[in-house]
């Protein structure tokens, strides 16, 4: 059962960047691709038989609830127009995140996150604001958003947008520890 919903997950993540790749011009930069290549190779990882910690599977899952909930927040609801966008956004922005959480909550029962892991998780978001700060000129505009105004960055509102991120990912990822732990708890008789 473990293994199928594996293969299925990562079968919606590589459809998914199918599509972006086919869709978008140059989806590589974008925080939803970049989670759902980590999310690809940490599934392949596991299908292959190999072990991970906590703190590994806990990062990637905390990556897919963050591209899920700012999807949720932030994107009009993907049309039923169809078409690679369409796909794409649906399995990208979607079902992979939701897949994610089932992981998270279903298998691997053993693995207990620690306290301090959502303050780790944050390695890679920061890496990636960086990325959008010293690349943001560069990048089109639908992925700097409002952060470029005539093509400056306006410092106040990257910091702010960054720190509401950052506050974000640590919240989401208590509550993924949180959650984590009701499923691993045993039953009361």
Same mark, same amino acid.
């Given at each position: 059962?473990?293994?199928?919903?594996?293969?299925?997950?990562?079968?919606?993540?590589?459809?998914?960047?199918?599509?972006?790749?086919?869709?978008?011009?140059?989806?590589?930069?974008?925080?939803?691709?970049?989670s759902n290549i980590v999310l690809t190779l940490y599934y392949l990882w596991r299908l292959l038989g190999r072990?991970?910690?906590?703190?590994?599977?806990?990062?990637?899952?905390?990556?897919?609830?963050?591209?899920?909930?700012? #999807?949720? =927040? %932030?994107?009009?609801?993907?049309?039923?127009?169809? /078409?690679?966008?369409?796909? @794409?956004?649906?399995? +990208?922005?979607?079902?992979?995140?939701?897949?994610?959480?089932?992981?998270?909550?279903?298998?691997?029962?053993?693995?207990?996150?620690?306290?301090?892991?959502?303050?780790?998780?944050?390695?890679?978001?920061?890496?990636?604001?960086?990325?959008?700060?010293?690349?943001a000129p560069a990048l089109p505009r639908r992925m700097a958003r409002r952060y470029l105004h005539d093509d400056?960055?306006?410092?106040?509102?990257?910091?702010? #947008?960054? =720190? %509401?991120?950052?506050?974000?990912?640590?919240?989401? /990822?208590?509550?993924?520890? @949180?959650?984590?732990? +009701?499923?691993?708890?045993?039953?009361?008789?």
């Amino acid at each position: 059962m473990r293994a199928m919903w594996r293969i299925l997950l990562v079968a919606a993540a590589v459809g998914g960047l199918v599509c972006a790749t086919i869709a978008l011009q140059n989806p590589w930069v974008t925080f939803t691709v970049q989670s759902n290549i980590v999310l690809t190779l940490y599934y392949l990882w596991r299908l292959l038989g190999r072990e991970t910690s906590a703190t590994v599977k806990g990062a990637v899952t905390l990556y897919l609830v963050i591209t899920g909930t700012v #999807a949720f =927040l %932030a994107l009009p609801l993907p049309d039923l127009g169809g /078409g690679a966008r369409h796909w @794409g956004n649906l399995l +990208l922005h979607c079902v992979t995140p939701v897949m994610a959480i089932v992981d998270w909550v279903a298998f691997d029962r053993s693995l207990r996150p620690g306290w301090s892991d959502p303050l780790k998780w944050l390695a890679f978001p920061l890496a990636y604001a960086v990325l959008v700060l010293v690349a943001a000129p560069a990048l089109p505009r639908r992925m700097a958003r409002r952060y470029l105004h005539d093509d400056v960055l306006v410092w106040t509102d990257y910091a702010l #947008a960054a =720190l %509401a991120f950052v506050a974000l990912f640590v919240a989401a /990822g208590y509550a993924l520890i @949180g959650l984590h732990r +009701l499923a691993t708890r045993p039953l009361a008789n």
